[in-house]
């Protein structure tokens, strides 16, 4: 009887380290019981597919609609009945074992995607900000997520780098990390994807960041849709980049983020300047569409303009003219002048030397 109470004590004990190993965070965090460590922050452009990634680390379907109508948290955008419903629209959190297998357990953040209307947008840097501040307070990876097709660097995609570098500060990249979505490695898509692969396009989204990241950062590429084609490749890739992800964030010591800032001032006049500029290059592209028009048309320079030309040309002769004449004049004058003068002194020479020799011979 004592040797099977000893064996069960010894279970029981096992069972609460691992339990405790698996949400174990470290002493500066303050809150390990809310928010079990690692800690996940999924933030990027709206559509990168953050929801279906966040749903996929905690075990959940990677089609997951969330059965409260009232909440939209970790729901898939791409089933919505309207173009909001269906995307996250604040930043929410969930807790549960790492791809649901009932090992580590971990936190996984989702938050509203960036690239919408200005009001929107500063309505997800304030909850973003304001939830990391002052709910979960320490992160171990910001998972910086992007589609494998964003090779084109837009306008809002450079904003959005430079709004997490103000929010975050320079140490925010050492606890960050690249993960591309919709990344197949079935055979099609292997065989498509001819002018890039995963160091180029990590490399091509790195130097995006260039002058603002203070290092590199390292990329994973996790398909959540791995399990549809469901081949060994497939699977085998999902395994390791999965991996690798928790991996990097049970290294990285927890980012602190009480010191992180509201920067929604300078987002709003980055995004003012970037419709300025907007609206300037279209008013210039009309102008040349406009003169290409007329010169197509055998129209060409307006009449006024022409006749405002031919009067400056006109002018400008008749000064050039008058320059020249004017400076004909004073040279003329000068020299007459200066000659006149010279013939004055070489006179009064002249009569000083009579006067010297006729006084010499008396």
Same mark, same amino acid.
Not at 21 to 33: D, I
Not at 68 to 74: P, Q, T
Not at 217 to 230: A, E, K, Q
Not at 324 to 351: A, M, N, P, T
């Given at each position: 009887?004592?040797?099977?109470?000893?064996?069960?004590?010894? #279970?029981?004990?096992?069972?609460?380290?691992?339990?405790?190993?698996?949400?174990?965070?470290?002493?500066?965090?303050?809150?390990?019981?809310?928010?079990?460590?690692?800690?996940?922050?999924?933030?990027?452009?709206?559509?990168?597919?953050?929801?279906?990634?966040?749903?996929?680390?905690?075990?959940?379907?990677?089609?997951?609609?969330?059965?409260?109508?009232?909440?939209?948290?970790? +729901? /898939?955008?791409?089933?919505?009945?309207?173009?909001?419903?269906? @995307?996250?629209?604040?930043?929410?959190?969930?807790?549960?074992?790492?791809?649901?297998?009932?090992?580590?357990?971990?936190?996984?953040?989702?938050?509203?995607?960036?690239? %919408?209307?200005?009001?929107? *947008?500063?309505?997800?840097?304030?909850?973003?900000?304001?939830?990391?501040? &002052?709910? =979960?307070?320490? @992160?171990?990876?910001?998972?910086?997520?992007?589609?494998?097709?964003?090779?084109?660097?837009?306008?809002?995609?450079?904003?959005?780098?430079?709004?997490?570098?103000?929010?975050?500060?320079?140490?925010?990249?050492?606890?960050?990390?690249?993960?591309?979505?919709?990344? !197949?490695?079935?055979?099609?898509?292997?065989?498509?994807?001819?002018?890039?692969?995963?160091? +180029?396009?990590? #490399?091509?989204? &790195?130097?995006?960041?260039?002058?603002?990241? $203070?290092?590199?950062?390292?990329?994973?590429?996790?398909?959540?849709?791995?399990?549809?084609?469901?081949?060994?490749?497939?699977?085998?890739?999902?395994?390791?980049? !999965?991996?690798?992800?928790?991996?990097?964030?049970?290294?990285?010591?927890?980012?602190?983020?009480?010191?992180?800032?509201?920067?929604?001032?300078?987002?709003?006049?980055?995004?003012?300047?970037?419709?300025?500029?907007?609206?300037?290059?279209?008013?210039?592209? *009309?102008?040349?569409?406009?003169?290409?028009?007329? &010169?197509?048309?055998? %129209?060409?320079? *307006?009449?006024?303009?022409?006749?405002? $030309?031919?009067?400056?040309?006109? @002018?400008?002769?008749?000064?050039?003219? =008058?320059?020249? /004449?004017?400076?004909?004049?004073?040279?003329?004058?000068?020299?007459?002048?200066?000659?006149? /003068?010279? %013939?004055? *002194?070489?006179?009064?020479?002249?009569?000083?030397?009579? =006067?010297?020799?006729?006084?010499?011979?008396?």
């Amino acid at each position: 009887m004592k040797t099977v109470c000893l064996i069960a004590l010894i #279970a029981l004990s096992l069972f609460a380290v691992t339990r405790r190993t698996g949400a174990e965070c470290e002493p500066s965090v303050t809150n390990p019981e809310k928010f079990p460590c690692p800690r996940f922050v999924i933030i990027g452009p709206t559509g990168a597919g953050k929801s279906s990634l966040a749903n996929v680390l905690i075990g959940r379907d990677k089609e997951f609609q969330n059965p409260d109508e009232s909440e939209k948290c970790f +729901t /898939v955008g791409a089933f919505a009945e309207n173009s909001k419903d269906g @995307v996250t629209q604040e930043t929410c959190h969930e807790t549960g074992s790492w791809l649901g297998r009932g090992g580590q357990q971990v936190t996984v953040v989702d938050t509203p995607g960036f690239g %919408v209307e200005l009001e929107e *947008e500063e309505e997800t840097i304030a909850g973003l900000v304001n939830f990391l501040k &002052n709910e =979960l307070k320490f @992160v171990h990876a910001f998972v910086l997520s992007f589609k494998e097709t964003d090779k084109r660097i837009t306008a809002e995609f450079r904003l959005m780098v430079r709004l997490l570098s103000g929010i975050f500060g320079d140490q925010f990249f050492d606890n960050a990390i690249i993960e591309a979505t919709h990344w !197949s490695y079935d055979k099609v898509a292997r065989a498509k994807r001819t002018l890039h692969n995963e160091s +180029t396009w990590t #490399a091509h989204i &790195n130097s995006v960041f260039q002058g603002m990241a $203070s290092r590199e950062m390292g990329s994973v590429f996790i398909d959540t849709y791995y399990d549809v084609g469901n081949t060994s490749r497939e699977r085998e890739e999902f395994e390791k980049n !999965s991996n690798a992800l928790l991996e990097f964030a049970m290294e990285k010591d927890p980012f602190p983020c009480k010191d992180i800032k509201q920067i929604k001032h300078e987002w709003r006049k980055a995004m003012e300047d970037l419709e300025n500029i907007t609206a300037v290059n279209q008013e210039l592209n *009309e102008r040349i569409d406009r003169i290409e028009e007329r &010169n197509s048309n055998g %129209v060409g320079i *307006e009449p006024s303009a022409k006749t405002s $030309s031919m009067s400056n040309i006109i @002018v400008t002769v008749i000064l050039t003219v =008058l320059a020249f /004449v004017f400076g004909v004049l004073g040279s003329y004058w000068y020299k007459s002048f200066f000659d006149k /003068v010279d %013939v004055e *002194e070489d006179s009064e020479d002249l009569d000083e030397c009579k =006067l010297q020799t006729v006084q010499d011979q008396q």
